[in-house]
Structures are given as structure tokens and as C-alpha cells.
């Protein structure tokens, strides 16, 4: 037995030593990743109250918990209309969307493949505008598959990890650009058939990885496995594969890479009919017009959208890559941003709109300080500075719903600047550009246009 003294001074010794280990363990770390965790961790609770891993370096990093999962439309349907909004949302299910028959000819389906690998939702977005163009040529009819919380912030598969596309999109708008289905009518339909697979730029170890993991265990919807896929070349056209497949019953699109980045950016009047048709689901223009009427006091407002990407590749998120210095990296970006805060407050001041709304991820905060050195904090908005009715919360909580809900916001304002490279920006810039809305570009506002394509 140790004498009282005795165990005061093992746990003094062991306390002493468990500081040093733990600062040894930070001083380690790379600049990097120390930088990740501050404005990932501290001011990413203090803006947002967003819940965030401790380990924030880990490969899985940053993990928003997910509120609904597949299926399950957030509950607005008790929001008082007297209190917080003259539109009272009354969600409906999707087992009861109601779509147009099709008595006249037999139903001809094209069910989007929309990788969930590579690229976040905003990405999802822009397959589905490659697939509705598909099935506005071809004349079938889109059968609507969800979309897949896969951005920065979290990856994998599983159930709680899908949203809907009701609870994404305006399914009465969308019936009216053309006819859909549902996923139980395309099981019906051609889960006991062979679904031709069509695939631009085809990846075969994603595609089944999403066959395996999303279509068959959380849909139910059987697909053939990828050496059964018919590749095309990207000088396809899509009349002409029409054709070639007319007689078929169940097609499936599947694209991905660099066919996403040409073809699908065609600027023809199906392109504007298709921004028109592809409008946010209701509850979504309601929460987004709640804000937007409310951030500058009912006043004119600039949204910036900036996505710098230090915490995404070649450096994702703290890990050190072998060609390129995090660190010199994070520097450089941070060069990049003072240029670009320059040209965004001139043009708020040139402008003479009231508020700047900043949409950015939790590891990208840092802009607000750079803006703020230039016009006062008061004046800057993000997120996290927004009075939320409780209503509203569950909106804020879902990254994914937030996206959508500062989107929305996005496309109210006066001005808007879009990122660089940013499918989240070019979503937001077709639906302006089809209402004849101002939109800049913020490499080409701040002369940035040379500058590579990871860094803003």
C-alpha cells in the first residue's frame, strides 16, 4: 500500500505526463491539419452549431448526422402559417405522388444512374439534367432515384444517408417538363426484365459499387452487372441512341467524368426549359424565401458563394499528399481569397446593395474574416448568424437541406457570385440565368481566371 502522499504524486506524475504526450501529439501534426481543426472545429461550432467529429484528421473527417433518412420528407406540415410564413407546407409522402397515366402507349422508362462516388449532390444535380434532356429527346419517362449525401462531409452508403427526390425537388413542376414514375412502378415494370444500361464515360468499379450498395439493398431495383453495360463514346448523340433503343422497355442512364463537363452545358432553349422544370421542392422555397426577405431587413443583398478547396483534393481534409504542401497550399489559397474579397466588396459598394450573404462549408469560414477586414462583420451573413425559428431547425441541422435552403437563398439575391469551379454554384446560376438574373463569376470579377482548378 502506498502511503497517501504516495498516490498524490503518481497521479501529479501521470497527469504531467499525459500534457506532454498530448502536446508532443499536437506539435506533430502538420500545420494543415492544425489549421483544419481550428475552423473546422471552434468556429464551426460557434457559427453554426453544427455537431462535428473530435477526429477531425481522420479520413472520414467532418460527419453531419443525418436527421431523415430515405423516404421520410421533413415534417413542416404544422408550421404556423400566422407565425412564421403566409404558405402552410403540407409535405405529401411518396407513396402518394400521384403522376399522369400513360393509357395511350405502353410506358417507356429511363432510370437515372447517378454515381454517388465521386462529387457531392450538386453533382447529382447535373446527371439529372443529362438524364431529363435524355428523356426529353427519346420521349420516356424519368423514374425518379434519389440522391446520396456524398460531398466533403460524409461518404458511404446506407439508408439514412439518402434523400428523397420529392424532398429535393418540386415533383409537380417537374411532371409538367415531362412524365415520371415512380421506383415502385419501375420495379414492377422491369425488375423481372433485363434493363439496358446506356453509360458515357463509364466507370465500372463505381457503377458497381452503386449497383451493390445503393440500387439493390436500399431501392430494391435490380440492374445487370457491369460487363453487361453498353459503353458509348462521348460524340454520341442522344437522338441517335434513342433510336438505336426505342423498342426497350427499362434503360437506364448512367453518366459520369468528363461527359458531365461538356455536353450537359449545351445553352439551348432545352437547357432553359430544363432550370425552369428542375425547381427546389416547395418546403425548400419556403424556408429559402423566409431568409431571403429577412436578412438585409426586406433590403437588397449580394450572395457570394465561396468554396475554396483546401480541404478537399489533392489535400483532403488534413491528409498530406506527396506532390503537393498542404500547407504551401492553404497559403496560397489564402492569397487568393484577399484578391477575391477586394473585387466582391467593390462590388457591394458599386452596387450599393446592404448585406453580403456568404455560403460557404464550416471549413471554408475563414472568408468571413478576410471580408470583414474590408466591411463591417455586422454587414456579412452566413448561416450560423441566422434567426432560426424551431420550425425551421430541422433544416439547419441536414447539411444536405441547408445547401439547398442557402441555394435558395442564393438565387433571391440582387447578385449573385458564383465559385469558380462549383456544381453547387452552377445550379444556382442556370435557375438565375433563366429568369434573367445577374450572376458573376468570382475568378473572372477578381481576374483569377489562370488559376488552377482546385484552388478557387
Known amino acids: 500500500m502506498l502511503p497517501q502522499h504516495g498516490y498524490q504524486r503518481l497521479f501529479l506524475w501521470s497527469t504531467c ?15 494543415w491539419i492544425q489549421e483544419s481543426e481550428k475552423y473546422g472545429t ?26 431523415r433518412s430515405y423516404n421520410q420528407v421533413l415534417e413542416l406540415g404544422d408550421i404556423n402559417a400566422n407565425s412564421v410564413t403566409d404558405s402552410k407546407v403540407s409535405p405529401t409522402s411518396f407513396s402518394e405522388v400521384g403522376f399522369r397515366g ?15 462516388i465521386s462529387g457531392g449532390a450538386s453533382f447529382q444535380y447535373k446527371r439529372l439534367k443529362v438524364a431529363v434532356r435524355f428523356a426529353l429527346l427519346t420521349n420516356r419517362t424519368l423514374v425518379l432515384t434519389p440522391f446520396v449525401l456524398d460531398g466533403g ?24 417538363l415531362l412524365p415520371l414514375a415512380t421506383i415502385n412502378q419501375y420495379i414492377h415494370e422491369c425488375n ?27 431501392l430494391g431495383i435490380n440492374l445487370p452487372e457491369a460487363d453487361q453495360v453498353h459503353p458509348l463514346p462521348n460524340n454520341n448523340d442522344f437522338d441517335e441512341v434513342g433510336a438505336e433503343t426505342e423498342n426497350e422497355t427499362c434503360v437506364a442512364l448512367s453518366v459520369d467524368g468528363h461527359f458531365i463537363a461538356t455536353k450537359p452545358l449545351i445553352d439551348d432553349d432545352i437547357a432553359k426549359t430544363i432550370n425552369k422544370g428542375l425547381t427546389p421542392a416547395e418546403e425548400i422555397r419556403i424556408v429559402g424565401k423566409y431568409f ?8 437588397s443583398y449580394l450572395a457570394y458563394h465561396w468554396r475554396n478547396m483546401s480541404a478537399e483534393m489533392p489535400c483532403f481534409f488534413g491528409r498530406e499528399n506527396k506532390e503537393v504542401s498542404c500547407a504551401d497550399r492553404l497559403k496560397e489559397i489564402r492569397k487568393l481569397a484577399e484578391i477575391a474579397s477586394d473585387s466582391v466588396v467593390d ?36 448561416s450560423g448568424d441566422l434567426d432560426v425559428p424551431d420550425e425551421y431547425k430541422p433544416y439547419f441541422e441536414d447539411y444536405y437541406f441547408l445547401a439547398l435552403v442557402e441555394q435558395e ?41 489562370n488559376v488552377s482548378y482546385n484552388m478557387v
Not at 42 to 66: A, C, H, N, V
Not at 108 to 116: D, E, F, W
Open 17 to 31: 505526463f499525459c500534457l506532454i504526450a498530448m502536446v508532443i501529439f499536437y506539435a506533430n501534426k502538420s500545420s
Open 42 to 67: 471552434e468556429r464551426g461550432k460557434k457559427k453554426t452549431g453544427t455537431p462535428i467529429e473530435d477526429d477531425f484528421w481522420k479520413t472520414t473527417s467532418i460527419r453531419y448526422e443525418p436527421t
Open 102 to 116: 400513360n393509357n395511350d402507349t405502353p410506358t417507356r422508362y429511363l432510370l437515372p444512374v447517378k454515381s454517388a
Open 153 to 176: 462531409h460524409v461518404r458511404g452508403f446506407s439508408e439514412d444517408r439518402v434523400r428523397s427526390f420529392e424532398s429535393t425537388f418540386d415533383v409537380k413542376k417537374a411532371e409538367a
Open 192 to 218: 423481372d426484365k433485363r434493363s439496358t444500361v446506356l453509360a458515357w464515360n463509364f466507370y465500372g468499379e463505381r457503377y458497381e459499387t452503386v449497383r451493390e450498395k445503393l440500387f439493390q439493398p436500399i
Open 292 to 299: 431571403s426577405d429577412r436578412i438585409c431587413q426586406g433590403e
Open 347 to 382: 462590388l457591394v459598394m458599386k452596387e450599393n446593395v446592404k448585406c453580403l450573404y456568404v455560403a460557404c462549408p464550416l471549413w471554408s469560414l475563414e472568408i468571413v474574416d478576410i471580408l470583414s477586414k474590408r466591411m463591417p462583420r455586422k454587414d456579412i451573413i452566413i
Open 409 to 449: 437563398i442564393a438565387f433571391h439575391a440582387a447578385i449573385f457570385i458564383s465559385a469558380g469551379k462549383s456544381n453547387w454554384s452552377d445550379f444556382v446560376k442556370g435557375r438565375r440565368e433563366s429568369e434573367g438574373k445577374v450572376t458573376y463569376n468570382i475568378r473572372e470579377l477578381a481576374g483569377l481566371t
